[in-house]
Structures are given as C-alpha cells and as structure tokens.
C-alpha cells in the first residue's frame, strides 16, 4: 500500500465531486476528473475553475487559489484513464447502489492495485459497496460534506476487509488539505446523517402536529442549539447545562411521548454515579478542574460573542417567501 498520497482521481465531477476536486487542487495536489463522457467532464472542468475564481474574486480564498486551481486540475476522458497511475481515487457518483457499483469495479479494474479507493457515500455502508472492489482492502468511505470547498469535517469509515494501513494514509492526505476526519463505525448514514436525518424527521413532526410552523422551527435551530454547533458537540453542551437537568428533561419527554424518547443508559448512569457535568467536575466522558471549567466558560463567552457579531453582520439569509 502506498504511504503518501500526491495524485488525485475524483470520479462524477457534479457540484459534489467537483467541490472535493477543488478543494484538493487549490491545497497542491494534482487531480484530474471523470464524469460521463469527455464532454461532461470538461464542462465540469470549466465550471470548476470559473467558481475558483469568483470565490478567490469574492475574497473567501486566499490569492492564488484560482491559479493552483487550473494549475493543479484536468480532466479525463473517460474513467479509465483518469483512475490510471494516481495513488487515490475518490468516487462520487449518484447514491444509488447499483449506480456506484457500475463505477467502482470500473475503477477498481483500472487503478493501480496499490492505489487507494474511496467512496464519498453519504449513506450507503462499506460492506454493500465493497462486493463491487477488487482488492477491498484498499477501500473506504471518505465522506465529504457540502459544500466541500468551505465544509472542513470529513467521515472516514472502513470495512471489515479494509487494510489498517490504509486509514493513516487518508487521514494525512485530508489533513494536508485542511480538513478534520473523524471514524465512524460500518453502519448505514454513519453520524452526521443519521443525526442530521433523525433532526430533520422530528422538526418535520413538529410542523404535522401544528407545535410550529417550518419557518419558526427554522429560526430555533439556528438561534438557539444551533448557534453553539460551530464550537462544541451535544455531549459538550449536555456537560455545560447540566446531566442531571437532561435526565429531568427525558423524564418530561417520556411522559409525553414514550419510549423513543426516553433517556439514554449512558446518560442515566452517569448521574447516577454523580456525575452531573461542569458543574461539579464530573462529566459525561471526562473530569474537569476548576481551572478548565473556568478556561471552557471563558472560550464559549468569546465564541458566542463572535458568532452574534458575524451573524449581525452578515443579516438574515436571503431566503425567498415561503409558498402559499
């Protein structure tokens, strides 16, 4: 298995794969896409570099990114020529199984046996999409977010057959590029979907039942849990309000809506053993001393402080009118 990766293949060059090439040309990495046909991907090389250029025009990238861009990025013909030589392939077509798996043993007959395959699935797990790789243990999933160019998270998920060599190899070549990985287990919509379907079905409830309108469940997000969402993650925020204040809130949940909302076992354990978060030390999945207490309280007041001001001065999102 290689050690470093240098070159770059991204195959289904839409808005997507096409931002995940971006991303990786402007950070010095030659990458070439495939899409289609000949024609589509060239069209989409077009798009890309005149995108680069407005963002870098618009001041959102650093002076030169437009030139790494055209620099860095071509286009092949076909798949097969643009997976030939390069020590990783990233795949990004439609998430459609059978779609993907057309495309992955096209890919996967074509690479180098050494090179490394992803997949940037944001669902689908690594054991239906592997059936379709010859040599799987060079495959996995690295899951880009859109936007890609400004998104810096990215999931990474491996396969009971994939070389553990192969993670740390990924995992450089993300972080030369600027972006954040986290591992995640080989189960369907991995974390951020399932968190982010879970959070979409139950604000799609909240509107059927007539507890608020979309506009308004909109408004919450953004202005209230949301607003912290940049800096710290939910069991961040559950250690900084208070765990024994969660437990008293899931007993509310359950009287109201049963069993789906109950509270979790790791969450009731934890204050049953007394760790009740910040508040005393002692939280979900780590102590605290009182300096980092203090050091924590002091950060989240400048980060909110921040973000109100970006926010102020930024104004609402030009969203239209909702439909009458």
Do not use: C
Not at 60 to 74: D, I, T
Not at 204 to 210: A, H
Not at 252 to 267: D, I, K, N, Q, V
Request: aromatic share 6%; proline share 6%.
């Amino acid at each position: 298995m290689i050690e470093t990766i240098q070159t770059v293949a991204v195959v289904g060059a839409g808005y997507m794969g096409g931002g995940i090439a971006q991303s990786l040309a402007q950070t010095g990495f030659e990458v070439v896409i495939a899409d289609a046909s000949a024609d589509a991907a060239a069209a989409h090389l077009a798009r890309i570099h005149g995108e680069a250029e407005q963002l870098e025009a618009q001041g959102l990238f650093p002076a030169g990114s437009a030139e790494l861009v055209h620099r860095n990025l071509r286009s092949a013909p076909s798949i097969e020529e643009a997976v030939a030589g390069v020590d990783f392939v990233e795949e990004a077509v439609s998430e459609i199984p059978g779609v993907k798996h057309d495309v992955l043993r096209r890919v996967s007959a074509a690479a180098r046996p050494d090179a490394i395959i992803g997949s940037n699935t944001s669902t689908i797990p690594v054991h239906v999409l592997e059936t379709a790789v010859s040599g799987p243990e060079r495959f996995l999933t690295v899951h880009w977010s859109n936007p890609a160019p400004f998104i810096p998270g990215v999931e990474l998920v491996v396969g009971q057959h994939t070389d553990p060599a192969v993670l740390p190899v990924v995992q450089d070549m993300l972080a030369r590029a600027g972006r954040s990985s986290a591992l995640v287990a080989d189960v369907a919509g991995f974390v951020l979907n399932r968190l982010q379907f879970v959070l979409l079905k139950e604000a799609m409830s909240i509107v059927e039942d007539g507890v608020a309108t979309a506009d308004d469940v909109d408004t919450i997000v953004r202005s209230t849990f949301g607003f912290r969402l940049p800096f710290f993650g939910p069991f961040a925020i559950a250690d900084m309000a208070g765990l024994d204040v969660y437990v008293n809130g899931f007993e509310t949940f359950t009287e109201a809506f049963g069993s789906r909302l109950a509270p979790p076992a790791l969450l009731t354990e934890a204050v049953a053993a007394g760790r009740h978060g910040t508040k005393n030390g002692a939280g979900l999945l780590r102590d605290y001393s009182p300096e980092e207490v203090h050091a924590l309280v002091a950060y989240r007041s400048e980060a909110y402080s921040r973000m109100a001001r970006l926010l102020q001065e930024l104004g609402p999102a030009p969203l239209p009118a909702p439909r009458a």
